[in-house]
Antibody, heavy 115, light 109 residues
């Protein structure tokens, strides 16, 4: 039974960057889509983007274009989400989810942006 | 404002049926059969309960069903149980992009 294990909580200063990892345990990410979704405190789900590791293909939500980078390391079955120029509006729980329709989700990583 | 519109809240009594709607404001996300639904308990990751409009992943009770008419998808929960109280999100896909609805809080009275 595959599980997605994400890296731990982060506290970042405004203007800095954060990189969150998502490792598949007991399975692979290679032939699947890996989506990244975030949820701000008390708010709904927001799709950020996706990567298809075997194709090296990425898509990003328009509002994050230029600040977001999603990559995958096929050799370690690990996906990464890096978000730059952080503001307080980026404070959220960040989830990875394996697709094509996001079905298997990581446990979430809380990213707090605060001065 | 999301491209998918859901009611903010719905409620029902145990044993009743409730339906949550999800209306796509653009044909991009409403014109295909790629609607999915997620159930989320507080502090937990979302759980996929319906995909491709009508399909249920293994382990999801058949009390949960999905449908679509035009640009609107619907999630129906029949035989409502107390453990169904949660937030529900619709999701659609088009051309490599996904979008979530704003979410609906289901209260079991």
């Amino acid at each position: 039974q595959v599980q997605l294990v994400q890296s731990g909580a982060e506290v970042k200063k405004p203007g800095s960057s954060v990189k969150v990892s998502c490792k598949a345990s007991g399975g692979t990410l290679d032939t699947y889509t890996v989506n990244w979704v975030r949820q701000a405190p008390g708010q709904g789900l927001e799709w950020l983007g996706r990567v298809i590791p075997i194709l090296g293909m990425t898509n990003y939500a328009q509002m994050l274009q230029g600040r977001l980078s999603i990559t995958a390391d096929r050799s370690t079955s690990t996906a990464y989400m890096e978000l730059s120029s952080l503001t307080s509006n980026d404070t959220a729980v960040y989830y990875c989810a394996r697709g094509p329709t996001p079905e298997i989700w990581g446990q979430g990583t809380l990213v707090t942006v605060s001065s | 404002q999301s491209a998918l519109t859901q009611p903010r809240s719905v409620s029902g009594s145990p044993g009743q049926s409730v339906t949550i709607s999800c209306t796509a404001t653009s044909n991009d996300f409403g014109g295909y059969n790629f609607f999915s639904w997620y159930q989320q308990d507080p502090g937990k990751a979302p759980k996929l309960i319906i995909y491709d409009v009508t399909k249920r992943p293994s382990g999801v009770p058949d009390r949960f069903s999905g449908s679509k008419s035009g640009n609107m998808a619907s999630l129906t929960i029949s035989g409502l149980q107390s453990e169904d109280e949660a937030d529900y999100y619709c999701c659609s896909y088009a051309g490599g992009y996904r979008v979530f609805g704003g979410g609906t809080r289901l209260t079991v009275l």
